[in-house]
Nanobody, 118 residues
Framework: VQLQASGGGLVQAGDSLRLSCAAS????????MGWFRQAPGKEREFVGR????????YYVDSVKGRFTISRDNAKNTVYLQMNSLKPEDTAVYYC????????????WGQGTQVTVSS
């Protein structure tokens, strides 16, 4: 599977942004999909994941209630809706597939930059 994230940009605190991640290949629906982010000078961190069907999602506490992950298996695309953005959300955002079903996410594409100004 190959992944390409897009939709990032420069926004103000409190704004919303929706990221998209387009996947190649015919097996997209067989993967749990995740979103990750990496802020300058920090390690990449897990943001959340969505089940294969899209029926359930999990989020880390720092984004819970503000971010929503969804997917459209017919379009091989996963989305990250980000509301009430904060400066600390500034990072490069990546999508990834759970390649082995046990939390080994990848592959890592270029990501998309999200910058939130205060």
């Amino acid at each position: 599977v190959q992944l390409q994230a897009s939709g990032g940009g420069l926004v103000q605190a409190g704004d919303s942004l929706r990221l998209s991640c387009a996947a190649s290949g015919r097996t997209f629906s067989s993967y749990v999909m995740g979103w990750f982010r990496q802020a300058p000078g920090k390690e990449r961190e897990f943001v959340g994941r969505i089940s294969r069907s899209g029926g359930s999602a999990y989020y880390v506490d720092s984004v819970k209630g503000r971010f929503t992950i969804s997917r459209d298996n017919a379009k091989n695309t996963v989305y990250l809706q980000m509301n009430s953005l904060k400066p600390e959300d500034t990072a490069v955002y990546y999508c990834a597939a759970d390649l082995d079903g046990r939390g080994s996410f990848g592959p890592w594409g270029q990501g998309t930059q999200v910058t939130v100004s205060s």
